[in-house]
Nanobody, 126 residues
């Protein structure tokens, strides 16, 4: 079974930066590399929402409008890692951040519904 472990969260002042990491286990490098991967977040009292995604080939990246130009997603297939560099953080970016493999279509949806990690909390002070 796929296991996902997010890390890198913490407290940061508005305007600051944070780099999140996601380690995937329970699948081989070939499988990991074949998937598109993404980041999601869930703020208190809100539903989990998509943030960014990256194709298996590393050729394409996708961002939701509210993070475009501030966040950068990347991946290291050999290490089975996915990263999210967050710059220019805003108070409204405060949330628990999760990673998952994704299906990219008209919308971007998570693949491993039963394998969400614990997430990593990012708290931005205004």
């Amino acid at each position: 079974q796929v296991q996902l472990a997010e890390s890198g969260g913490g407290f940061v002042q508005a305007g600051g930066s944070r780099r999140l990491s996601c380690a995937a286990s329970g699948l081989g490098i070939s499988s990991f590399s074949s998937y598109d991967w993404g980041w999601f977040r869930q703020a208190p009292g809100k539903e989990r929402e998509y943030v960014a995604a990256i194709s298996g080939s590393n050729r394409f990246t996708y961002y939701t409008d509210f993070v475009k130009g501030r966040f950068t997603i990347s991946r290291d297939n050999a290490r089975k890692m996915v990263y999210l560099q967050m710059n220019g953080l805003k108070f409204e970016d405060t949330a628990v951040y999760y990673c998952n493999a994704v299906r990219v279509g008209a919308t971007i949806t998570p693949l491993f519904y039963d394998s969400w990690g614990q997430g990593t909390q990012v708290t931005v002070s205004s």
